[in-house]
T-cell receptor, first 110, second 115 residues
């Protein structure tokens, strides 16, 4: 199976909160990342969390990490149409290169 | 800095033709990655280089695919001969290192269509 798993699609209404979930398998993960890919563009780092943290907040973004369950989530408050994109979860173990999930397409309806 | 630069942005070719994709990493970055993105398989790592040396090419699908990095500022991914199933978006990414929390910087990708 895949090392990093995400659901493929999420649809929300503008103004609602979005929660994108990710599970990973390697308990040795040191950093976990969320990358955002806008249409026609490459991936850009959105935010990250160190494995000894449970939560990280950055304006409308909240990252929650449950190490016991190996579960990572990204919450976007007050979701806007401009948030429509593909969101990739990635894990990194020490000096190894990051492993990416398949990405979750977030569709925001007006 | 201009970021990771890929060319061409779009490539349309016929089956059997040779395709060459190009990438200029960010200056000072010593890691370079080639990824392929499709609807079916998501984002796949094809190969990566460290200091111009290929480290892991286990993701390269077939012998038709080859990648080179002749110097620190240039890399190519070549497909010869190309097939319709190679149609995808190919991304190049670079990073300064991988020892700590080094993020990857991605180019805008090359959309390849093989007819």
């Amino acid at each position: 199976g895949e090392d990093v798993e995400q659901s493929l699609f999420l649809s929300v209404r503008e103004g609602d909160s979005s929660v994108i979930n990710c599970t990973y398998t390697d308990s040795s993960s040191t950093y976990l990342y969320w990358y955002k890919q806008e249409p026609g563009a490459g991936l850009q780092l959105l935010t990250y969390i160190f494995s000894n943290m449970d939560m990280k907040q950055d304006q409308r973004l909240t990252v929650l990490l449950n190490k016991k369950d190996k579960h990572l989530s990204l919450r976007i408050a007050d979701t806007q149409t401009g948030d429509s994109a593909i969101y990739f979860c990635a894990e990194k173990v020490g000096s190894y290169i990051p492993t990416f999930g398949r990405g979750t397409s977030l569709i925001v309806h007006p | 800095d201009a970021g990771v630069i890929q060319s061409p942005r779009h490539e349309v070719t016929e089956m059997g033709q040779e395709v060459t994709l190009r990438c200029k990493p960010i200056s000072g970055h010593d890691y370079l990655f080639w990824y392929r993105q499709t609807m079916m398989r998501g984002l796949e790592l094809l190969i990566y280089f460290n200091n111009n040396v290929p480290i892991d090419d286990s993701g390269m699908p077939e012998d038709r695919f080859s990648a080179k990095m002749p110097n620190a500022s240039f890399s190519t991914l070549k497909i010869q001969p190309s097939e319709p199933r190679d149609s995808a978006v190919y991304f190049c990414a670079s990073s300064r290192g991988q020892t700590t929390n080094e993020k990857l910087f991605f180019g805008s990708g090359t959309q390849l269509s093989v007819l």
